[in-house]
């Protein structure tokens, strides 16, 4: 039973800063990768940044330079640090998890974290 579950989101104005987290759960013997997506009302679902098990990183352009992806092994959990945020950011967030669960490899989904900017 793989469970992912994020946290980390709220409102804050344009120019703040928000730590998504996402704590993983279950049988997952190893990471392939992890990736954090989002999707605002009436677009595609997209990926905003993602981090590979040899730490590997790669951003969506539009966060490129103010946001990070990192991983505490130890807490078995994925955070996105985002700054200068704007309204545009506003989305439900979700973590994304390719791994190995002993027998397969499989994506994770958590249920997202609402992120609102206000300007």
């Known amino acids: 039973q793989v469970q992912l579950v994020e946290s980390g989101g709220g409102l804050v104005q344009a120019g703040g800063s928000l730590r998504l987290s996402c704590a993983l759960s279950?049988?997952?013997?190893?990471?392939?990768?992890v990736g954090w997506y989002r999707q605002a009302p009436g677009k595609q679902r997209e990926l905003v940044a993602r981090?590979?098990?040899?730490?590997?990183?790669d951003y969506a352009d539009s966060v490129k330079g103010r946001s990070t992806i990192s991983r505490d092994n130890a807490k078995n959990t994925v955070y996105l640090q985002m700054n200068s945020l704007k309204p545009e950011d506003t989305a439900v967030y979700y973590c994304?998890?390719?791994?190995?669960?002993?027998?397969?490899?499989?994506?994770?989904w958590g249920q997202g974290t609402q992120v609102t900017v206000s300007s």
């Open positions: 279950g049988s997952i013997l190893s990471i392939n990768r």
């Open positions: 981090i590979t098990s040899g730490g590997t990183t």
């Open positions: 994304n998890v390719d791994a190995w669960n002993g027998s397969y490899n499989a994506r994770y």
